[in-house]
């Protein structure tokens, strides 16, 4: 069985992130051929065309770290019905210079939670717009908007809800799935 890697973005810079103990659920509770690392954005300066020509290291180190996985997760909050700032930042890091976009051809899910009952609904949508215009193939389904309540996910990760653990676990077996699928129709470059 193969293994792939797979580099997962919190949206929220916050220290009590709940999109945070969202991804260390999924990470507890992935098949054990999909090995997860965080690709930290924080230190990444607000993107201006002006570093084009010259990406500062931050930026080159960003950039390497989505090549040296085979597909990218996105567990994000909502801010103001879109994704949090620093996340789109990253993003457009992520995409530029002209012709250099770490995401075409990259595989990408999304996933996320928030208190409110339609979890990120609107901010999914949004990421996954900004997706389709890198050129990024999406897992479309399932989708996965995760309300989030006191003792839904501990700070070990460990969900205390049986269905969400169920469904979650269901979500990481597709992630599975859509890698491998698409990988047998765009290999991984050599």
């Not at 792939?4 to 973005?9: E, L, M, P, R, T």
């Not at 954005?41 to 570093?51: A, E, G, H, T, V």
């Not at 879109?82 to 595989?107: E, Q, V």
């Not at 006191?150 to 205390?160: A, N, Q």
Request: aromatic share 10%; proline share 6%.
């Amino acid at each position: 069985m193969a293994n792939y890697k797979v580099g997962y973005f919190v949206g929220s810079l916050s220290s009590r992130s709940i999109n945070r103990l969202l991804a260390k659920a999924l990470i507890r509770l992935a098949p054990a051929n999909l090995e997860f690392t965080e690709i930290p954005f924080r230190d990444l300066p607000l993107y201006s065309s002006d570093y084009d020509a010259d990406f500062p290291a931050v930026a080159l180190e960003f950039k390497r770290a989505i090549a040296a996985v085979d597909a990218v997760l996105f567990v994000t909050p909502e801010y103001n019905r879109s994704i949090p700032g620093g996340l789109k930042n990253a993003i457009d890091w992520a995409s530029r210079p002209n012709g250099k976009n770490s995401f075409a051809r990259k595989h990408s899910a999304v996933i996320g939670t928030s208190p409110g009952a339609i979890g990120t609904a609107i901010a999914q949508q949004h990421l996954r717009g900004l997706l389709s215009f890198c050129n990024s193939p999406q897992m479309n389904a399932p989708e996965a908007y995760i309300q989030f309540k006191p003792g839904l996910i501990d700070e070990d990760g460990v969900v205390g809800n049986e269905g969400t653990e169920a469904f979650l676990r269901r979500y990481l077996q597709e992630l599975h799935d859509f890698i491998v699928r698409v990988l047998s129709v765009v290999p991984r470059a050599t």
